[in-house]
């Protein structure tokens, strides 16, 4: 049986609580130096100043899209404003030769 580590967290956890959860004691500050870094710029869940962790739901939630579990989650930033009006095209009249 797995055990959800996670799930044994606070709502709100350190870096180090979350780093023994994920990967372990033995490799717990190698993943808080180096891969933490890597995974904010990928969306990983920021510190809440307020609380001083990261929210361990959205935590999950960022691991179930990274690894493609939840269908439909986003991990990409929408790509700019919609422009419908730009497929609309002019009429073009025909030229007397062209018929």
Avoid: C
């Amino acid at each position: 049986m797995i055990m959800d580590l996670l799930s044994q967290l606070p709502l709100f956890a350190t870096d180090q609580q979350l780093a023994v959860a994920i990967v372990g004691k033995d490799r717990a500050s190698m993943w808080m130096k180096t891969v933490i870094p890597q995974l904010e710029k990928k969306g990983f869940p920021r510190i809440d100043p307020l609380h001083d962790g990261r929210p361990v739901p959205l935590v999950r939630k960022f691991y179930e899209g990274y690894f493609g579990i939840t269908a439909g989650f986003a991990a990409a930033a929408p790509d700019g404003k919609e422009n419908l009006g730009m497929w609309k095209s002019r009429r073009r009249t025909r030229k007397a030769s062209d018929e």
